[in-house]
Structures are given as C-alpha cells and as structure tokens.
C-alpha cells in the first residue's frame, strides 16, 4: 500500500510535470506572495514528521490521498529514505506556469541526502483564493532510481 500511494504520489507529480511544459508563464510575484511559505511549511513540516502543518493547506483532493498521519507517513517515509529531510532555509524558486487553471509553481531545494537538488513542483487553482495546493511533487535522481527500482 505505501509503495502504490508513493507512485501514485509520483505520477500524478510527472503527469503535473509534462503540463508545465505546455504551459504559459504566470506572474510569479504574485503566486510566491502566498506559495513560498506554503511551500516551506510543508516541507519543514514533512522534516519534522508534522502531519497537522503539512495537511493545513491541502485541498479536498489532496486530503483523501493523505487523510490520517498514518498514510501522511506512508508517503513522507520512502522520500526521506531516498533524499534525507529538507535542509531548512534552502528552498530556491525556479518558475512559475498556468495551465488550463493550474498554476505550477516550481522550485529546488537541498535535502540531506542527495547530492543534486530535489526538484520539488506544488499546484494552486488560479481561482482558489483560499490557495489550497492540488499538487505536489517531488523529483531528483535518487527519487528516480526509486521509481525505476519499485516497477
């Protein structure tokens, strides 16, 4: 079960990935007035193991992926077993896309156990002024060798 919630994890994140691609530019000062912190309050909150912080800003969508800190575990685990925790503070923005409504937000940022940054891509609705994420991946070399290895 947690290896099929981790690859559903990953496919969604690469399908999320291939939209960005044709995908136009979105203003990113606007987006990273809310998405920077989001962003690394989940990924602060996944280094801590905090279920409560990193469900707070999740849609409905996202919520039945991860509804108890059970499967919350079940999905941190494998990328910390790959990839380390996030090393605080080193979140970089890369870029920001809108597709069909979807604004996805892209970034890097240092874990403790990769040697390339973790390519990390969180989604927002355009419409959502509550800016819930309904996407979240993340993706590095070590992830990858994980996926290929689980198939």
């Known amino acids: 079960m947690k290896i099929k919630k981790f690859f559903t994890f990953i496919i969604s994140g690469i ?3 291939s939209l960005i691609s044709c995908s136009s530019k979105y203003d990113s000062t606007t987006v990273r007035q809310y998405s920077d912190n989001i962003t690394k309050n989940i990924l602060n909150s996944m280094a ?3 279920y409560e912080g990193f469900s707070e ?3 409905n969508t996202m919520k039945e992926l991860t ?7 079940n999905l941190v685990m494998p990328i910390q077993n790959a990839v380390g925790t996030y090393e605080k503070n080193s979140l970089e923005f890369v870029d920001a896309e809108v597709q069909k409504g979807t604004i996805n937000v892209l970034y890097k940022a240092k ?3 990769e040697d390339e940054p973790v390519r990390i891509s969180i989604s927002f609705k355009e419409d ?3 800016h819930k994420v309904c996407g979240l991946l ?3 070399p070590k992830i990858e060798e994980l996926s290929k290895e689980n198939k």
Do not use: R
Request: glycine residues 0%; without cysteine.
């Open 15 to 17: 399908l999320a990935l």
């Open 48 to 50: 801590d193991l905090n």
């Open 57 to 59: 800003k999740l849609d």
């Open 67 to 73: 509804p108890d800190n059970a499967s919350f575990l």
């Open 111 to 113: 874990f403790t156990n």
């Open 128 to 130: 959502d002024p509550d």
């Open 138 to 140: 993340f993706n590095s």
